[in-house]
């Protein structure tokens, strides 16, 4: 089955740098890839996702890249500020498949 | 806005004991999920549903039953729990339409002694 390997543990950046989280899986017939966010003590919710016909999209500061070809996508946080502090997970699914599969998390931390 | 209840909330069982955790959702979805998040593990699928009367198995269902008695409702059962289900579970809801976005329950925090 699907396998999604989230790349960073933790990423501690500066109030107005980028973060970047990598992602890899293996299921070629994958074709959906959303990112979820967990503030601290709370529960997930979505933030963005791709789909395998594009290999870029963009949502306010939120770019996702896909690269169908190396089995990678990342989200891109710009500009960053405090409230994107949180806990963000990568998940893929195969079309016509049963349930996402989560990546591992990234603990992003925005100083000022 | 989509909602997804889980009860309880927090739960103290003792090693050998049943533990029901619910979940509710009033989003009218199809789909329903359970997955335990565990540090370094991430969000593991134990269990999901399409629909009411219907239960499918995860990556990681051992220990592990699942009830879907009405759309609405989807229970997940330790039938003899043991400390390594100790986790926060989180339960969540989706559709077969559109973006499949999942809504996720608040979590329930259940620890095994």
């Known amino acids: 089955g699907e396998k999604v390997e989230q790349h960073e543990s933790t990423l501690s950046v500066r109030e107005g740098d980028s973060a970047v989280i990598n992602c890899t899986y293996t299921d070629t017939a994958s074709s959906y890839f959303p990112w979820y966010k967990q503030e601290a003590g709370k529960s997930l919710h979505f933030v963005i996702d791709?789909?395998?016909?594009?290999d870029r999209k963009q949502s306010q500061r939120l770019i996702v890249l896909l690269d169908k070809k190396a089995k990678r996508f990342s989200l891109h946080i710009t500009a960053t500020q405090p409230e994107d502090s949180a806990i963000y997970f990568c998940?893929?699914?195969?079309?016509?498949?049963?349930?996402?599969?989560f990546g591992t998390g990234t603990t992003v931390s925005v100083s000022p | 806005e989509a909602a997804v209840t889980q009860s309880p909330r927090n739960k103290v069982a003792v090693t050998g004991g049943k533990v029901t955790l619910s979940c509710n959702q009033t989003n009218n979805h199809n789909n329903m999920y359970w997955y335990r998040q565990d540090t370094g593990h991430g969000l593991r699928l134990i269990h999901y549903?399409?629909?009411?009367?219907?239960?499918e198995k995860g990556d990681i269902p051992d220990g592990y039953k699942a009830s879907r008695p009405s759309q609405e409702n989807f229970s997940l059962i330790l039938e003899l729990a043991t400390p390594s289900q100790t986790s926060v579970y989180f339960c969540a809801s989706g559709d077969n339409r559109g973006q499949n976005t999942l809504y996720f329950g608040a979590g329930t925090r259940l620890s095994v002694l």
């Open positions: 791709i789909r395998s016909n594009v």
């Open positions: 998940a893929a699914r195969a079309q016509g498949g049963r349930a996402l599969i």
């Open positions: 549903s399409y629909g009411a009367g219907s239960t």
